[in-house]
T-cell receptor
């Protein structure tokens, strides 16, 4: 495996379900990111982890809960989502956060909330 | 609030022509600038980055940066149908995360 991987690639869930998205990077990076991409909107940064510490939370609702057990893995736990949360969720990584390093994106998880 | 503006398009060009994609940004402290390409249903992939005023060329792609005008552009020479995608401009300040524009859809017709 190389680069940044995400699972599942597609997810359909009801508003009362609990699910988790997983991201894994094989690049030896120390920073990982969650983005949300909705139609007609710019990529929205949700969370940033730098050396396993959360360094940014962009006013994301508490129904989204990130977890970063180590520098290679990042999870996004989902609970009681709303239909407007349906979007493409992208994970990215860089060597370190907040510098000029290029971000590498995973393939994304297409989430549909019914 | 940092903003990155792009024309949503679509920008339509014939095969072989030069496609010009433009981006303006609001934060004068921005220091690094990125162009990503995103095919429909796929994740963004980096095409080029530029840090200094002027032009930077990589194959058929040229990034142009004018910090005084807060303007960055991407030129694609000899456009191919495979270049049809959405192009995202992203900007970063000194110690901050990337701010993305909404993207410009490019359509290259055979």
């Amino acid at each position: 495996e190389t680069g940044v991987t995400q699972t599942p690639r597609h997810l359909v869930m009801g508003m009362t379900n609990k699910k988790s998205l997983k991201c894994e990077q094989h690049l030896g990076h120390n920073a990982m990111y969650w983005y949300k991409q909705s139609a007609k909107k710019p990529l929205e940064l949700m969370f940033v982890y730098n050396f396993k510490e959360q360094t940014e939370n962009n006013s994301v609702p508490s129904r989204f809960s990130p977890e970063c057990p180590n520098s290679s893995h990042l999870f996004l736990h989902l609970h009681t989502l709303q239909p407007e949360d349906s979007a493409l969720y992208l994970c990215a990584s860089t060597q370190e956060a907040f510098n000029t390093d290029t971000q590498y994106f995973g393939p994304g998880t297409r989430l549909t909330v019914l | 609030q940092k903003e990155v503006e792009q024309n949503s398009g679509p920008l339509s060009v014939p095969e072989g022509a030069i496609a010009s994609l433009n981006c303006t940004y609001s934060d004068r402290g921005s220091q690094s600038f990125f162009w990503y390409r995103q095919y429909s249903g796929k994740s963004p992939e980096l095409i080029m980055f530029i840090y200094s005023n002027g032009d930077k060329e990589d194959g058929r792609f040229t990034a142009q940066l004018n910090k005084a005008s807060q303007y960055v552009s991407l030129l694609i020479r000899d456009s191919q149908p495979s270049d049809s995608a959405t192009y995202l401009c992203a900007v970063r300040g000194g110690y901050s995360t990337l701010t993305f524009g909404k993207g410009t859809m490019l359509l290259v017709s055979p």
